[in-house]
């Protein structure tokens, strides 16, 4: 399996900045979703942990699904039209504005990152329809401020917005600070926007024992947490049906190859009233 395209990452002048002596979440994310954005670190940890827990690759893949199906169910049943995807990670297939403009094309994306290779990535591949938009920030999590005044110059925010937030907080070691970026973000947003949040979850030991593999292979870490935590994050929310629950129970379709699969990843989506 060869390296990424060393011409689309050195056309962003951005290679000084990729570190490949290291495993990525973004890249090892891209290697369990069947992407070919990868190194050789992460191709290494992601086989480990593999043979450590299996069902790691159904988490990734799942969650995938999960985008999905949130974003459809925004657009279609929510009437929302403009999305903020925070931790966007390397694209793939159906990637968020792809679903949301294939139902609406008017649809406006922002997507914000800090990762060099997934924004080089980004703003060759991901490409929006002439109605609508897609912008593309470098900008970090803990920095909310930021975020939110970069995104007001693509989305308007006197109309509600769906803020997706898929596989990132676990990056944020302490939950109560965890939350209060989302909290943060929640905040400048207007009534009727969405918060669409899903993590891996401390449900069992083999997620336990491959989080303590990833995080011990020199990779920025990633903490598991409860259901309860993940919970947290929607307080003050009105959850939509079915609540909290494994991503692969969110409002499963009937034809969905996942739909029964078990996966230690919990999510939901919550309205702000």
Partial sequence: MSDPDPQLVAAAGIRARIDTSKPHSARFWNYFVGGKDHYEVDREIGDRIKEIFPGLVDVARTSRHFLGRTVRYLVVDQGIRQFLDIGTGLPTADNTHEVAQR????ARIVYVDNDPMVLAHARALLTSTPEGGTAYLDA?????????KAAAGTLDFSRPVALMILNTLGHVADHDRARALVSRLMDGLPPGSHLVICDGTSTSEGMIAASEAYNSSGAVPYYVRSVEEIGGFFDGLELAEPGIVQVTQWRPEPDGASSGVAVDAYGGVGRKP
């Fill in 140 to 148: 970090d999590l803990y920095d909310t401020d930021a975020i939110l």
């Fill in 103 to 106: 139902l609406a094309p008017d």
